[in-house]
């Protein structure tokens, strides 16, 4: 009987975790793939206005941009790749601040700042001119993820025409 521990009590999870990993994921992805799909068929469609009121929808809707973060700090294959900002994993309540980040009312507060400079000739002319190339630091690859199926689909439907969704 000596050999034998009495069960350990497990440490108490981090609240912000828990009610991270309680949200209804599956109910989150439909909403956010039934947007996705509203999108591709205005597209279908040709109806421009449409397309642009639903995408707008998207980027504002709390499920994308949930379903979006998640992707990339926990289901893509590069999630312990560190970003821009040398982040390597998020915690769960840093998942939600960035959920919120990337709200569309919060664009007009982060600049983009020229992560690379690069070189490129000008037309015509032996000289160079320098190309900055913008990145929005922290969020950028999670709202990359919220408009990444839309504008896949888009571009596979359409392989024949050059579609890009503005």
Not at 22 to 41: A, N
Not at 85 to 99: I, N, P
Not at 135 to 157: K, T
Request: aromatic share 8%.
């Amino acid at each position: 009987m000596k050999d034998r521990k009495a069960p350990q009590a497990r440490p108490t999870a981090d609240p912000a975790s828990e009610t991270w990993n309680k949200l209804p994921w599956k109910k989150l992805e439909k909403h956010t793939f039934r947007i996705q799909k509203r999108i591709y068929r205005a597209s279908q469609r040709g109806n421009v206005k449409a397309v642009h009121k639903l995408q707008k929808l998207l980027t504002k809707s709390q499920a994308a941009r949930l379903v979006a973060v998640r992707r990339v700090t926990q289901d893509n294959q590069g999630k312990k790749t560190a970003g821009v900002d040398g982040v390597k994993s998020v915690l769960a309540k840093h998942r939600f601040a960035l959920a919120e980040r990337i709200h569309p009312n919060y664009w007009k507060r982060s600049a983009a700042q020229p992560a690379r400079r690069v070189w490129i000739p000008k037309p015509g002319k032996t000289e160079q001119r320098p190309l900055g190339i913008p990145i929005w630091a922290v969020h950028y690859p999670s709202f990359q993820a919220m408009f990444g199926i839309p504008c896949v689909l888009l571009l596979v439907d359409r392989s024949s025409r050059s579609t890009v969704i503005p």
